[in-house]
């Protein structure tokens, strides 16, 4: 993650994610975050995914499908029912992508209209409160990267 962090933008990642290439910023330019309150260490989803499919076998994808997925999903989504509920709760709503991060367990949702995500909001939040300690936060993309979206309700100051 840190030569993505020090470079900044949008990027592309190869290899162990030290190859950046600089990408433009997805059409879809909002987001919900969904953390489904249990963590997966990357040490223990590498060695769920090279169990069913071992380093040497993999292949890259075809030309055109690079970056289309994550194979970690259907193996993180096994192993930890939490992120696997966390994933399908986006899934499932108005999103045009949904990804698992990384090697799990947080997954996020892409929109296209700012008005779908704010509408999905309401949903997911009502969907995870069965999850002890998920959680789920909005979050938009800029020209440089996502940026949280906070609503800040003011408290009224006593006098």
Same mark, same amino acid.
């Given at each position: 993650d840190v030569p993505f962090f020090?470079?900044?933008g949008t990027q592309r990642a190869r290899g162990i994610g /030290?190859?950046?290439k600089a990408a433009e910023p997805p059409v879809e330019r909002w987001g919900i975050l969904v953390w489904p309150g249990v963590g997966v260490s990357?040490?223990?989803?590498?060695?769920?995914l090279d169990a069913v499919s071992p $380093?040497?076998?993999?292949s890259l994808p075809p030309p055109g499908l690079a970056g289309r997925g994550n194979d970690f999903e259907p193996v993180v989504a096994a192993h930890c029912p939490e992120a696997g509920r966390g994933?399908?709760?986006?899934?499932v709503g108005l999103a045009r992508t949904v990804r698992m991060s990384g090697s799990g367990s947080a997954s996020?949702?892409?929109y296209t209209k700012?008005? /779908?995500r704010d509408g999905d909001l309401e949903r997911v939040g009502a969907a995870l409160a069965g999850i002890p300690g998920a959680g789920h936060w $909005?979050?938009?993309i800029a020209a440089h990267g996502a940026r949280p979206e906070r609503r800040i309700r003011r408290a009224r100051r006593r006098r």
């Open positions: 020090l470079e900044g /030290d190859r950046l990357t040490r223990q989803a590498y060695e769920w $380093p040497e076998g993999r994933f399908e709760v986006l899934a996020y949702a892409l700012e008005s /779908d $909005p979050f938009g």
